[in-house]
T-cell receptor, first 112, second 116 residues
Framework: GDSVTQMEGPVTLSEEAFLTINCTYT??????LFWYVQYPGEGLQLLLK?????DKGSNKGFEATYRKETTSFHLEKGSVQVSDSAVYFC???????????FGQGTRLTINP | SAVISQKPSRDICQRGTSLTIQCQVD?????MFWYRQQPGQSLTLIAT?????????ESGFVIDKFPISRPNLTFSTLTVSNMSPEDSSIYLC?????????????FGSGTRLTVV
């Protein structure tokens, strides 16, 4: 079945550091890919998405590119802030399926 | 996108009791989803609720333990029955978007349940 694998956490960085959180997926067909963010004590918010190969999703300085050849959707940000501290989830939705399939989540902590 | 109001936001319950979680959406939606997020874990889909039909449960989840109601297109409840400490989790409801591929799903703020 469909699955998503994220890099192990937790990840701790200093402010203004470069961030990469790896995400790879296994799916039949051509899924849509998402990154969700969960701030402490809150629900999930959609951060960015991509619906087809080579699409780049971007929001709040975060970017991720849909790479079909490597089945990846790595999340990047050039300069992180303390306010970026949260748990990040990579997810996919396969066309025709009703549900989201989530990766295990990566906890990110940014120190001032 | 839809706005979801979920309550309670948190609760501490005695083992053996039941808790009903409510999810109210500000627009009519076809499908509503209930997820469980165990401590330090990812989200696992419990069931999908369509208005006017029985909920569809994922493997490992049963109606007797997690009964769901969906009386109309804007509201759903999830009950966690006969609770044990293993049920301590965050429970989230989610709704579909008319343009799912582009807008994904919207999530409620979650119910943080602790069973003692």
């Amino acid at each position: 079945g469909d699955s998503v694998t994220q890099m192990e956490g937790p990840v701790t960085l200093s402010e203004e550091a470069f961030l990469t959180i790896n995400c790879t997926y296994t799916a039949t067909g051509y899924p849509s890919l998402f990154w969700y963010v969960q701030y402490p004590g809150e629900g999930l918010q959609l951060l960015l998405k991509a619906t087809k190969a080579d699409d780049k999703g971007s929001n709040k300085g975060f970017e991720a590119t849909y790479r079909k050849e490597t089945t990846s959707f790595h999340l990047e940000k050039g300069s992180v802030q303390v306010s970026d501290s949260a748990v990040y989830f990579c997810a996919l939705n396969n066309r025709g399926a009703q549900k989201l399939v989530f990766g295990q989540g990566t906890r990110l902590t940014i120190n001032p | 996108s839809a706005v979801i109001s979920q309550k309670p936001s948190r609760d501490i319950c005695q083992r053996g009791t039941s808790l009903t979680i409510q999810c109210q959406v500000d627009s009519q939606v076809t499908m509503m989803f209930w997820y469980r997020q165990q401590p330090g874990q990812s989200l696992t889909l419990i069931a999908t609720a369509n208005q006017g039909s029985e909920a569809t449960y994922e493997s490992g989840f049963v109606i007797d333990k997690f009964p769901i109601s969906r009386p109309n297109l804007t509201f759903s409840t999830l009950t966690v029955s006969n609770m044990s400490p293993e049920d301590s989790s965050i429970y989230l409801c989610s709704v579909d978007s008319p343009d799912r591929a582009n807008y994904g799903y919207t999530f409620g703020s979650g119910t943080r349940l602790t069973v003692v």
